[in-house]
């Protein structure tokens, strides 16, 4: 069955423009043309590991904003499986998402699953999360999946080192995703498929510039900085993204993976970065939480009970629209679903505004003033405490 949702923006400009630049940082306003359609930068990508975005439909997604989501191969593999996504017409048609996705390879899951895997130089093997099932995963296997998912952009498998780890180990990293990188490179795509590298390194700054100019040199579409938010120092995140930015292509996008709070992705945007994906929007939501401009608001607790406030003044998400945050409220603590629906709508809502301020600012030439405002309001973790 053919995807017949595809799009022809890619026929129509280069792959990646760079539209504007701020002169006072590394932060720029760009585009990004793909099969599924044209992608405004800085973006970030909902997290639809499993082929849908925790609570939200698709629909939900276009009327918060969402330019692109993220699916991940390896679950995707798992299940449903390659034959039952491929038979219904590809990732797009099977989840009645038409805009663009970016799978991730599975090389998080390198991580994440540590307990269930063994990494050699050939690839991964895991026992299966679900029911034990052996399934490798090298970088041929990692590329042929994403093939026959028809994503936009496919993700080269990486090996993701925890936090901490030894240098030797790190470096052991470093290598093997150097050269899984340089196989997947050479895989056959989907029509118009695009495919990243992605650089590892740990907290080792050598090495992150080493694997940086080792993947700058190997003709990928776009370069990611793996390997970040896994339990270091928040200091260290930061270094980790200025320890590879420098060294990747100018005229390609930076994407980096699973950050992360607002402020991180302002300072990673001011360091050069495109394009980001996490969590913690559907997460926080799944707990109770808000996301405002302010920072985070804890909807479930019981000063929320009978407050009749929206859950973020001046916003303009169906969420805030029509339901006070102790209705809200009620619902989270009698385990109703429009609760975290809701909740969740709203987060992806500010998340995507958030973008779109950025994007904004840079076409002003007020990317600073804007960061500069956004810090006179926002507390990440204790805004609950001072309302």
């Given at each position: ?125 895991f026992s299966s999360h679900v029911d034990g099932a052996r399934l490798f995963l090298g970088p041929v296997e990692a590329m042929e999946i994403q093939r026959r998912l028809a994503s936009d952009i496919a993700m080269v498998l990486d090996e993701c080192p925890p936090y901490p780890c030894e240098h030797d180990y790190a470096c052991q990293a470093v290598d ?111 707990n109770g939480n808000a996301l405002t401009r302010s920072g985070r608001v804890c909807v479930k607790a019981g000063a929320r009970k009978s407050d009749p406030r929206p859950i973020e003044e001046g916003c303009d998400c169906a969420a805030c629209r029509g339901f006070s945050r102790a209705y809200i409220r009620h619902l989270l603590n009698v385990g109703e ?51």
């Amino acid at each position: 069955m053919p995807d017949t949702n595809r799009r022809t923006d890619e026929a129509s400009g280069p792959f990646f423009q760079v539209l504007a630049a701020d002169p006072r940082s590394a932060a720029r306003r760009g585009r990004l043309r793909l099969s599924h359609g044209t992608v405004e930068t800085p973006v970030f990508m909902p997290v639809g590991t499993q082929g849908t975005v925790k609570a939200l439909s698709p629909a939900d997604l276009e009327t918060a904003g969402a330019q692109m989501i993220l699916c991940n191969a390896y679950h995707l593999r798992v299940r449903p499986g390659m034959e039952v996504v491929e038979a219904l017409g590809g990732l797009h048609r099977f989840i009645n998402w038409t805009r663009p996705i970016l799978t991730d390879s599975g090389g998080y899951q390198v991580f994440s699953l540590s307990d269930r895997r063994t990494v050699t130089d050939a690839g991964v093997e895991f026992s299966s999360h679900v029911d034990g099932a052996r399934l490798f995963l090298g970088p041929v296997e990692a590329m042929e999946i994403q093939r026959r998912l028809a994503s936009d952009i496919a993700m080269v498998l990486d090996e993701c080192p925890p936090y901490p780890c030894e240098h030797d180990y790190a470096c052991q990293a470093v290598d093997r995703t150097l050269a899984w990188a340089a196989r997947c490179v050479e895989q056959e795509r989907a029509p118009g498929q695009k495919v990243f590298g992605i650089v590892q390194g740990g907290v080792h700054t050598e090495l992150r510039e080493r694997c940086a100019k080792a993947l700058s040199a190997m003709p990928f579409d776009g370069y990611a900085v793996g390997g970040v938010s896994v339990g270091e120092p928040e200091i260290l995140i930061a270094g980790g993204v200025s320890a590879c930015v420098g060294h990747l292509p100018f005229d390609k996008p930076r994407y980096l993976m699973g950050v992360g709070w607002m402020d991180q992705i302002l300072e990673a945007v001011a360091r050069g970065v495109d394009m980001f994906d996490c969590v913690i929007p559907t997460r926080l939501a799944r707990n109770g939480n808000a996301l405002t401009r302010s920072g985070r608001v804890c909807v479930k607790a019981g000063a929320r009970k009978s407050d009749p406030r929206p859950i973020e003044e001046g916003c303009d998400c169906a969420a805030c629209r029509g339901f006070s945050r102790a209705y809200i409220r009620h619902l989270l603590n009698v385990g109703e679903i429009l609760g975290v629906h809701l909740l969740t709508a709203h987060n992806v809502f500010r998340y995507m505004a958030f973008m779109a301020d950025i994007r904004a600012a840079l076409e002003r030439g007020q990317f600073e003033e804007f960061r500069r405002r956004f810090y006179q309001t926002y507390v990440r973790h204790n805004q609950e405490i001072h309302e």
